[in-house]
């Protein structure tokens, strides 16, 4: 398979917090995309409706704190096979940025979560507007909520719009669309699981969390951006589909950190609580690899039922070493995500910043 590196691949600055396996530059350009993006549709609602254009500037500030890990992934893909109209590929990447927004809006309802990346969600800003007005606690939540469906709702159709404007009229178009079609049903399905495993008496296996993982997080945050980067610059389905395969690696190594931070992390650092995940008895790949021990299952199924404490599940979970066995299974999904990488011919730019993209999962706190 050839694939081929671009002049404009390689940079040489990173900033802090923003994804290493991008150039500071292109990231620039396509957060300039993004606020004339969410400035237009605020703009067009405003004609029709004050209030949805007040929901517009509130779902900016959302976006606006983003770390593109999304759209640089785009643009991997993109340039590693030679793609020549930017523009595109900033509205490819674009697209993927508005998706994950709309899949956190939701999320944050799902998960009954406030605050995100360490500042309040939109569903907190718009409970809190409730509260101030004198609602009750549960009204004022239901309309945070209910808020932040329609925000996600909104975002998914702008997602939706910029997705098919980035092939339209390429011979790639159809590919690409329904490339970015695919990471939506994936996240559905994957979210969906996830809740469904919530109910269980019994904690998914670790089999079946790390294929739920792949649905919700891999697949649109890695494997997609990866692939519909390269189908929108002219790589084959197949050549598309084996650099996917990296991304997908990589993406289940990044949930696997994700789970850990999610319940060892520091909520200073991770700009979220750290208890989020225990309270709704989510079925993490930590949960996981300690129920594969008796006693665990035990405790946990105590706690669900209610006859035991967050605190005593939570140091059973330290004692089980499965922190330490879940980030022994990421270095592992990197390792291979790299050797594949080279054993596809990857142009030397793109497979550093792959080795980047690693190293910065398995060193994230955040």
């Keep these: 398979m050839t694939i081929h590196a671009t002049s404009h691949t390689a940079p040489s600055s990173?900033?802090?917090?923003?994804?290493?396996?991008a150039d500071t530059r292109t990231l620039a350009e396509i957060r300039r995309h993004l606020e004339t993006i969410l400035d237009q549709a605020k703009a067009r609602a405003g004609a029709y409706s004050p209030h949805t254009a007040q929901l517009w500037e509130?779902?900016?500030?959302s976006v606006e704190h983003g770390k593109l890990t999304r759209p640089a992934l785009v643009f991997l893909g993109y340039q590693a096979f030679a793609g020549a109209d930017p523009g595109r590929a900033k509205d490819l990447a674009c697209a993927f940025e508005l998706l994950h927004t709309a899949l956190l809006m939701h999320d944050d309802v799902i998960d009954r979560?406030?605050?995100?990346?360490g500042r309040p969600t939109l569903s907190a800003h718009y409970r809190d507007q409730a509260l101030a007005a004198g609602r009750c606690a549960a009204d004022a939540e239901h309309l945070g909520n209910s808020a932040a469906v329609i925000a996600g709702d909104l975002l998914l159709a702008e997602a939706i719009k910029l997705a098919a404007r980035a092939g339209h009229g390429l011979d790639?178009?159809?590919?690409?669309?329904?490339?970015?079609?695919?990471?939506?049903?994936?996240?559905?399905?994957?979210?969906l699981e996830d809740l469904l495993y919530s109910l269980l008496d019994a904690p998914a296996t670790t089999g079946e969390v790390l294929r739920m993982e792949?649905?919700?997080?891999?697949?649109?945050?890695?494997?997609l951006p990866l692939q519909a980067g390269a189908l929108l610059a002219g790589a084959s389905a197949q050549q598309a589909a084996r650099l996917g395969a990296v991304g997908c690696q990589l993406g289940i190594a990044y949930q696997v950190i994700d789970d850990v931070l999610g319940t060892f992390g520091e909520p200073e650092a991770t700009g979220k609580p750290n208890d989020s995940d225990l309270r709704e008895a989510k079925s993490t790949i930590l949960i996981s690899l300690a129920s594969e021990q008796e006693g665990f299952s035990s405790l946990l199924a105590s706690?669900?039922?209610?006859?035991s404490d967050m605190a005593t599940l939570r140091h059973a979970l330290e004692e089980s070493g499965?922190?330490?066995?879940?980030?022994?299974?990421?270095?592992?999904?990197?390792?291979?995500?790299?050797?594949?990488?080279?054993f596809l011919r990857l142009p030397a730019a793109a497979q550093r910043m792959l080795h980047e993209c690693t190293a910065l999962i398995l060193s994230r706190s955040n």
Excluded: W
């Design 322 to 342: 499965a922190e330490q066995f879940a980030r022994k299974l990421a270095n592992e999904l990197c390792a291979s995500a790299t050797r594949s990488a080279t």
């Design 214 to 223: 792949e649905l919700k997080t891999a697949a649109y945050s890695f494997q």
């Design 303 to 307: 706690y669900r039922t209610g006859h």
């Design 113 to 117: 979560d406030y605050m995100r990346r």
């Design 58 to 61: 509130a779902i900016s500030r």
């Design 14 to 21: 990173k900033d802090p917090g923003l994804p290493g396996f």
């Design 172 to 191: 790639c178009e159809a590919a690409v669309e329904e490339a970015f079609h695919q990471a939506i049903a994936q996240a559905g399905a994957g979210e």
